[in-house]
C-alpha cells in the first residue's frame, strides 16, 4: 500500500493480470504461475516456444489423419479381396460345371477330336473357329466339320453373331420346349 501512496503503482493488485492478459492477446499463451512457500514464480514462455507446442500439435494430427487414411485402404484392399476371392470361387464353379459338362460330352460316345474342341470351348467360349484351327493345327474346314456335328448332336450352339456372340455348351441342359 505505501507503493499506492508513494504513486510507484496505478492501483493495488492489478498488475499482474494486466501481464497476464498483455501475454494471452501477444499470442504468447498463458502465464504460468508457480508458488512455493516464500516466494511466486511466474513463467512466461516465448512465442517460438508456443509455436513449437501448436507444430507438435499440427503433426500429431497430421500422423492421426495419415493413420485414418491408411486405415480406410486398408479396408477397401480387404474388400477388394473379398470381391476377388467371391469373383474366384464363381470362376471355380464356371470351370467345374464346365468339367462336368465335357464328362457327359465323353459319356455321348463323341471322338476325340470333337473332345477337342469341346474343350477349347469349355476354356474359351469367345473363340473363334479361326483361333481354334491355330490351335489344334487344323485346318479351318475341319473345326467347321466337327462344329457342325457337335451342333447337330445339341452338344454346342452359337448365341449371337459370329463375330460377337458366343459358344454356349448345352450337355446336360434340360430342353424346355
Known sequence: MAFSYMHLIERWGTGMLR?????KEAGLGELEILGG??????????????EQVIEQVAEQANKTEQDTEQTHKTEQAT???????HKTEQATEQDTEQTHKTEQAIDLSID?????????LCHNRDITITDMAKKLEWGRSKVVYYIEKLKQNKIIERVGSSQKGYWKVTIGEKDNG
Not at 512457500?37 to 508456443?50: D, G, V
Request: charged share 30%; hydrophobic share 35%.
Open 19 to 23: 501481464v497476464a492478459k498483455m501475454i
Open 37 to 50: 512457500e516464500t516466494e511466486l514464480r511466474f513463467n512466461i514462455y516465448r512465442k517460438q516456444a508456443a
Open 112 to 120: 476325340n477330336n470333337q473332345k477337342l474342341i469341346l474343350d477349347l
Open 79 to 85: 474388400e477388394q479381396d473379398t470381391e476377388q476371392t
